[in-house]
T-cell receptor
Framework: DSGVTQTPKHLITATGQRVTLRCSPRSGDLSVYWYQQSLDQGLQFLIQYYNGEERAKGNILERFSAQQFPDLHSELNLSSLELGDSALYFC????????????????FGPGTRLLVL | GQSLEQPSEVTAVEGAIVQINCTYQTSGFYGLSWYQQHDGGAPTFLSYNALDGLEETGRFSSFLSRSDSYGYLLLQELQMKDSASYFCAVHGAGSYQLTFGKGTKLSVIP
């Protein structure tokens, strides 16, 4: 158990819909990362938040957005869902105290499996 | 940008040694991490190299050659529970994000 929690574990929805995935980081971690994992693309970095502010952006679609709240939990919002958005969505956290580029181990949550029908 | 290459699948016998290679191309490089992921599970951190050479953690070792843009993960005394996917990931210089390879699926057979 990494200490990172994600809800829900599974989500089934229809195309065109909107969903919200929730993540609570490990106690004390200030950085939260979101990743998408699909069979053919591996783990794709989407976005990072640090202490409530966006810190880095990866391959995140405009239909997707995220935020980190004052209690440090984070939400990933996926809208106008398409079949291709079906994937595992992971949240990870790290202390966030090291400078840019320095290694911080990222601790991954159990993931949310999204199926868009 | 950054790209990483690793073999898609490797099969090895229980008790043996296996090496999973990773080559990377990046505009800036700080270090290379390795993560393990069992089917249906979350990635978990295994090892990290920022400097050239070998880092050993129990049965697992990781090696980095910055001049060759190359690293590998070495798993010794393979156990059935080591069957999983293994990902290398680059820490880019001046970047907060990790860029992952597509993973190597390791199957350990009796």
């Amino acid at each position: 158990d990494s200490g990172v929690t994600q809800t829900p574990k599974h989500l089934i929805t229809a195309t065109g819909q909107r969903v919200t995935l929730r993540c609570s980081p490990r106690s004390g971690d200030l950085s939260v990362y979101w990743y998408q994992q699909s069979l053919d693309q591996g783990l794709q970095f989407l976005i990072q938040y640090y202490n409530g502010e966006e810190r880095a952006k990866g391959n995140i679609l405009e239909r997707f957005s995220a935020q980190q709240f004052p209690d440090l939990h984070s939400e990933l919002n996926l809208s106008s869902l398409e079949l291709g958005d079906s994937a595992l969505y992971f949240c990870a956290s790290s202390p966030g105290v090291r400078p840019r580029g320095y290694q911080e181990t990222q601790y991954f949550g159990p993931g949310t499996r999204l199926l868009v029908l | 940008g950054q790209s990483l290459e690793q073999p898609s699948e490797v099969t090895a016998v229980e008790g043996a040694i296996v090496q999973i290679n990773c080559t990377y191309q990046t505009s800036g490089f700080y270090g290379l991490s390795w993560y393990q992921q069992h089917d249906g599970g979350a990635p978990t951190f295994l090892s990290y190299n920022a400097l050239d050479g070998l880092e050993e953690t129990g049965r697992f070792s990781s090696f980095l050659s910055r001049s060759d843009s190359y690293g590998y993960l070495l798993l010794q005394e393979l156990q059935m529970k080591d069957s999983a996917s293994y990902f290398c990931a680059v820490h880019g210089a001046g970047s907060y994000q990790l860029t992952f390879g597509k993973g190597t699926k390791l199957s350990v057979i009796p």
